[in-house]
Each structure stands twice: as structure tokens, then as C-alpha cells.
């Protein structure tokens, strides 16, 4: 339960007894029967003052508006298993618990050091009220508050920081309207989900990860008296400043706890001479795949806004597998070693066929030099990796099959006010062939006379229909890839081949909450049979002969694979995208500025290899699976 949800569930009560109500009692023995009762009488008396007072301040903030207080929270974003892949946050980072997920030693030593009257007075101490006016007339000047925790979260939430008789009256004044609202438990919890521990830590729970690396549920006596000891002057009391000054502020408040009795002389020894082993700061770490995170934040900020993304606490869970990724990494680094580390760029995006859920992405070989990610913005020619959507397309309508012929042979089309003539890549022509021999030795002019026989209007409504939403034009040259797609489209599209026809939106999100727990976002995957079942059959049937025998036979992992091979003219994009039934994957191979990556490049010699050492390393511990036989489907028109 967050301080948002105040007004909804009361948090649990403060239990500040340490033993045998020791705690209690020491208040009791600090205060006395009678002169409590006297402050408190006195109290009531100043309250009532101040209550009237308050019709002269008009324009002070109405407190009521705390029992929908929501706290800005960091965001924290994990990859599949939960590994912590990144933090969200803007000016505060900040993780909000509730009361009874908070050490009774640290409430006991910031209540001992800040306000050890807290659950006895009505939002302003008399007493230290008196000590601080005297304490002020003596120096000429605001130099001692006198400020309860009460005050100090008005002041933290309403009021500006500057010391004034004004604002202190205004504080008082505030404190008492709040105090009549709400109970003491409740705004305890807010103040400590509020208050500022240094190096950006706001509230408890993010401090307490921060300074001891524990949750603030789990700290000893020892933390919590040093992370109390630090709320006064968290940059000088920091122990990650000055760990002395820290230590002795830290025995300043075991002192204060033992004399208050509310602790034991040997727990305030066990607490002073108990080693501190620190944690680190974690403000502004950058992200573990920062790839991976940018794109969860880019589709998630256009769902929910960028406010709400990085102040609303939420918790992102990813389609990414850890393991994975890093996997795609070191392939696609080892492969940019190999190449001479030349201004080539390689993007790697593998998705699940099962989920369409993206279990890798590498945007590009160096994210620190660039951060533009290629898997998702790059829309780049796919060459003829692009021919099994052609393909598809004429299996859909049942009057072909793999083993159709077809010729390589030349054309003339008119387009425009000329015409093309489509080339094969190294030239000549090569007479009647298969589709499935078309296919394997990347023919071109086939695939275009394809084009035009099943109509590329039908191509296009293939490649919607497959998820890309890349702007397609009809071009007569479309079947050779002469459009823009991008490494995650054609990924997504060969996973649906994989998955013999079945698809569901592909995402980098699996599930995202608020931190109460409450969902915000559920991709649980929903697949729909989108793709007639023998044509994808005979695609996938197809695309393992480029595989087994073709221009794909680098790509070749021990194991039923298909794919299909992509290289543009003058060899400015290299492609190898592929797929088993777990797993489909796109290698895409260029230069930013579009300049030839050098003749000789293609997708088989370069992109083909990469996508088998990361297969290699995906499916270690996969079954092997075959695809499914086309016989077991009934061709269209039949």
C-alpha cells in the first residue's frame, strides 16, 4: 500500500516498542504524568490560537487534498525472469512503501533524532517551539525550527524552504488542519515516503537500497540510526561522503534512543560497534541493455505519456530474455571484430513464434557511439529476403506450389514513362525452373514475373497481414525489396511463417503494474491464424531448401531451419533472416549513410554466418522440431 492510497486502507499501527514497552515507557518517563499533561493543556490552548489565526491566511493550501497524494515514484523496468534491466525517474527517485514495510529500528531512531513527541503533540511541540523561539531571539535570527515531523512534511509538500516567522506560522498553522484529518501512523508513512535521504534517494525504500543495499523492511539497528542521522543534512551526514562524520551523527542518535530508554545500553553498544557494510549509489545508473530499454520506453510512452512513464512507479516486465541478449551481443560484436571494424552496423532482433514476444534486439554494434536503434527505426531494403511474401502469395491462391515452374527469362514492364527490365544478381538467365529452385538460388527475374501474376496489390495486403507497417508502394521491382523495412518487421513477419500461420502482436512488453501491484498492461499473447496453412507450410518447406542447398547454406545449425537470404543492388544492405519453430531471427548488415558495404558482400557470406552462431548459442538447450508437412493441410481450391 502506497501513501496514495491512504484514504482507501489504513496502514498497520506503529508498533515502537522495542521490548517489554520500553518505548512507550521512555516517553512516558521524558514527558512525566503531570508536565504532559500541562503541555498538552498548553498545546491546546496554542492550537486553538493558531486554529483562529488561521482565518487570516486565506491562501494557504488545503491539506485535504494529501488523502489522494500520489508521490512521483521511479520506474524500474526487468527483462523476462525479473533480472532489473534499468530505473525511471525524474528529479525524484523514489520507491513508495507502506508503514509495516518499514524497520521498527529505523522508525524508533528517527522518531528518537526528529520528534520524540510525535505521537503525543497536535502537530506542534510547545516545548520545542519554546526552545526554538528563545533559541532565535538569542542569535537575532530563524536559526532553530522546532519543527515536528508534522511540520516538516507541510513544509516538504507546501511550503517554500526559506526560514521566515511567516512561513513557520504557516507551517503550524498547516500542521494542525493536518493533524485533524489524519491519523499519526498515516502521516508518519508519508513523511518517510517523502522525505529527502541525498544523492536523489526521496523516501525510505529507495535510501535504504541505496546507502545498505536492503530493502528499508531489513534494516538493523546500526543502518537505521545512520540513515535517521542523515535526514537533518543528508549531503553532509551521507556515508558515502564522509563515513566519520556519518558514524558519529550515527551514535548522536543511538545516544538519543538510550536516553529516551528506548533502547537497552548493551543494544545501543551492539548497534555503535556494529560493522556498516555499504551499498552504493544508484541514482542515474544507465541502463544494463540500453537498446532493449529504449524501446520499451518509446512503446510504452505512447500508450500511457512520458509523465506517467517515468514519475508513475511502474513496473515493467520485458519480453526479454537476459541470457539471450547478451548473447546477441557478443555474436554481433565477435561478427563487427571479424569485419574489421569498419563503419558497418548490424542489427539482431529474435522473436518467439510461439508469442511474438522479442526475446533479443541489438540495435546496432555500439550503443555508446550511437544510440539510434536500427532494429526498430532503420527502414532499410530487404533485398530478397523479401521474395517469400511474393511467394506466399502465390501459394495462397492454391495455383502454386513449390515445385510450379517458373522462368528465368527476360522481361520488359512499363514503369512510368520508361521501363524495366528486371537483372538477375551477376547477371545471365537460366530458363524454366521451380519456385523452390527460384528460391534457392535467389533468382530475380522469377520473383517479379510472380509479382505481376498474382497481382502486388495481394503482395502488399500479404505484408500487412504479416505486421509490416512500412510505407509499400506497387512498384514493379517491389518483389526484389525495393521498399523500406525495417530488422523487427521482418523478423515478426518470418515468425508467423515459423508459427505456421498463427500471430500475435509483436512487442518488447510482456506485462506492466503500478507498484501496488495492479495491472496496467497485459500482453499475454492472444494469436490468431492469419495465414492460410498450406501456403505456409510450403513457404516454410521452400525456404529450408535455401537453407539445406542454397544461398543460405551458411546458415545452416545442424537442424530443420528455414530462411531466406537478402543482398540490394550495389550491396548496400545485406540480410539473412531465418526461423525454426522456437525461434525466428533477422541479421541485417550496412552503413548509416547508405554508401556499398563492398563488393562481394552478401547476405549468405555475412549475415548467414551471424545468424547461425546465434542460433547455435539460442537453441543449445531446445528440442530439436520439425515443421509441419504441408501434406497435412488441404490446398486452397481444392
Not at 501513501?3 to 512525566?32: C, E, T, V, Y
Not at 528563545?134 to 522546532?146: A, P, Q, Y
Not at 539510434?372 to 530478397?384: E, H, K, L
Not at 526461423?579 to 547476405?603: E, N, R
Request: proline share 5%.
Amino acid at each position: 500500500m502506497s501513501s496514495r492510497a491512504l484514504n482507501k486502507k489504513k496502514p498497520q499501527p506503529l508498533d515502537p516498542k522495542p521490548d517489554g514497552g520500553r518505548f512507550l515507557g521512555g516517553i512516558g518517563q521524558i514527558a512525566g504524568g503531570t508536565i504532559l499533561g500541562v503541555t498538552m493543556l498548553a498545546s491546546s490552548i496554542v492550537a486553538g490560537g493558531l486554529v483562529g489565526l488561521a482565518i487570516s491566511f486565506r491562501n494557504l493550501p488545503d491539506v485535504r487534498v494529501l488523502r489522494s497524494y500520489a508521490p512521483t515514484e521511479t520506474t524500474y523496468i526487468y527483462d523476462v525472469k525479473g533480472v532489473q534491466l534499468a530505473s525511471l525517474h525524474d528529479e525524484a527517485n523514489r520507491e513508495v512503501v507502506p508503514l509495516n514495510r518499514i524497520s521498527p529500528n529505523l522508525k524508533r531512531a528517527l522518531l528518537a533524532i526528529e520528534d520524540s513527541h510525535f505521537y503525543y503533540h497536535q502537530g506542534v511541540n510547545l516545548t520545542g517551539v519554546g526552545r526554538a523561539i528563545t533559541t532565535n531571539f538569542r542569535k537575532g535570527g530563524v536559526s532553530e525550527g522546532g519543527s515536528t515531523i508534522t511540520m516538516q512534511l507541510i513544509k516538504n509538500l507546501f511550503l517554500s524552504q526559506k526560514r521566515q516567522f511567516s512561513r513557520k506560522l504557516a507551517e503550524a498553522v498547516l500542521s494542525i488542519r493536518l493533524e485533524q484529518i489524519f491519523r499519526k501512523d498515516e502521516i508518519l508513512e508519508m513523511y518517510l515516503n517523502q522525505v529527502y535521504w541525498g544523492h536523489n534517494n526521496y523516501g525510505v525504500e529507495t535510501a535504504a537500497q541505496s546507502y545498505f543495499n536492503k530493502h528499508a523492511s531489513e534494516l538493523n539497528l546500526a543502518e537505521g540510526a545512520m540513515m535517521a542521522g542523515a535526514i537533518a543534512a543528508p549531503e553532509k551526514y551521507s556515508p558515502f561522503i564522509n563515513f566519520k562524520v556519518a558514524k558519529q551523527r550515527q551514535e548522536q542518535v543511538l545516544a538519543r534512543m538510550l536516553e529516551l530508554n528506548w533502547i537497552t545500553p548493551a543494544e545501543e553498544k551492539k548497534a555503535r560497534e556494529s560493522k556498516l557494510k555499504l551499498g552504493k549509489i544508484k541514482t542515474w545508473q544507465s541502463s544494463r541493455l540500453p537498446y532493449v530499454t529504449d524501446a520499451a520506453i518509446e512503446e510504452l510512452n505512447q500508450r500511457f505519456g512520458r509523465e506517467t512513464v517515468r514519475k508513475g512507479g511502474m513496473r515493467i516486465q520485458t519480453t526479454i530474455d537476459y541470457n539471450f541478449q547478451i548473447a546477441a551481443q557478443k555474436v554481433v560484436q565477435n561478427a563487427y571484430e571479424r569485419m574489421g571494424r569498419n563503419k558497418y552496423q548490424i542489427s539482431l532482433v529474435a522473436i518467439d513464434p510461439r508469442t511474438h514476444f522479442v526475446k533479443a534486439m541489438v540495435g546496432g554494434v555500439d550503443y555508446k557511439k550511437s544510440n539510434f536503434n536500427r532494429a526498430i527505426y532503420a527502414n532499410r531494403q530487404p533485398g530478397s529476403s523479401f521474395k517469400p511474401f511474393v511467394y506466399y502469395t502465390a501459394f495462397a491462391t492454391g495455383k502454386f506450389s513449390p515445385e510450379s515452374t517458373v522462368y528465368d527469362s527476360p522481361v520488359r514492364y512499363r514503369d512510368g514513362s520508361g521501363y524495366y527490365s528486371p537483372r538477375n544478381y551477376g547477371g545471365g538467365y537460366s530458363g524454366p525452373m521451380s519456385v523452390r529452385k527460384a528460391l534457392m538460388v535467389s533468382a530475380n527475374i522469377p520473383a517479379v514475373k510472380m509479382g505481376k501474376e498474382v497481382g502486388l496489390d495481394k503482395v502488399i495486403q500479404t505484408c500487412r497481414t504479416l505486421g509490416i507497417k512500412s510505407p509499400i508502394e506497387p512498384v514493379v521491382s517491389l518483389p526484389l525489396g525495393a521498399i523500406g523495412v525495417t530488422p523487427i518487421e521482418m523478423a515478426g513477419a518470418f515468425a508467423t511463417f515459423a508459427s505456421n500461420g498463427w500471430q500475435s502482436e509483436t512487442t518488447t512488453i510482456l506485462r506492466v503494474t503500478d507498484s501496488d501491484g495492479n495491472i496496467l498492461l497485459d500482453n499475454t499473447p492472444q494469436p490468431k491464424l492469419v495465414l492460410n496453412s498450406w501456403a505456409t507450410a510450403q513457404i516454410n518447406s521452400a525456404l529450408q531448401s535455401v537453407v539445406s542447398g542454397g544461398t543460405g547454406k551458411e546458415a545452416a545449425i545442424g537442424r530443420p531451419a528455414a530462411g531466406k537470404t537478402g543482398t540490394t543492388s550495389s550491396e548496400r544492405d545485406v540480410w539473412f533472416v531465418g526461423y525454426v519453430p522456437q525461434l525466428a531471427a533477422s541479421v541485417w548488415i550496412g552503413k548509416d549513410d547508405y554508401t556499398p558495404l563492398g563488393t562481394g558482400v552478401t547476405g549468405g557470406t555475412y549475415a548467414a554466418p551471424i545468424w547461425r552462431s546465434f542460433m547455435q548459442e539460442a537453441l543449445k538447450n531446445e528440442p530439436v522440431e520439425s515443421f509441419v508437412s504441408p501434406a497435412k493441410f488441404k490446398r486452397p481450391g481444392n
